[in-house]
Nanobody, 124 residues
Framework: QVQLVESGGGLVQAGGSLRLSCAASGRTVSSSCMGWFRQAPGKERVFVAAINWSGDSTYYSSSVKGRFTISRYNAKSTVYLQMNSLKPEDTAVYYC?????????????????WGQGTQVTVSS
């Protein structure tokens, strides 16, 4: 089993920045693809970003590419999401997730471990 705990969410003005962290415990995730997803009120959960096990391949949704950066520090079993130039439409609950395999995917059904989520609110 893997436990994922997100932190770093909060309220920020448009144009501001936040850094989300996802700490993993239990079974190691150092060989797993890790992803970030988000769910806005009344909407489905959608893919934000993912990073492969070594950290040398990253993937982003078109809506955040160029503004968000995903990274990982396997020695601390932690994944980060640096969010810059935030917009009100980035407001959502952000979830960290882990796949069972090393390859990444934008589909939430392919991730088996999930955190409880952290709220990000961007005011205009």
């Amino acid at each position: 089993q893997v436990q994922l705990v997100e932190s770093g969410g909060g309220l920020v003005q448009a144009g501001g920045s936040l850094r989300l962290s996802c700490a993993a415990s239990g079974r190691t995730v150092s060989s797993s693809c890790m992803g970030w997803f988000r769910q806005a009120p009344g909407k489905e959960r959608v893919f934000v970003a993912a990073i492969n096990w070594s950290g040398d391949s990253t993937y982003y949704s078109s809506s955040v590419k160029g503004r968000f950066t995903i990274s990982r520090y396997n020695a601390k079993s932690t994944v980060y999401l640096q969010m810059n130039s935030l917009k009100p439409e980035d407001t959502a609950v952000y979830y960290c997730a882990a796949r069972s395999g090393t390859s990444c995917s934008p589909y939430d059904s392919e991730y088996i471990y999930w955190g409880q989520g952290t709220q990000v609110t961007v005011s205009s």
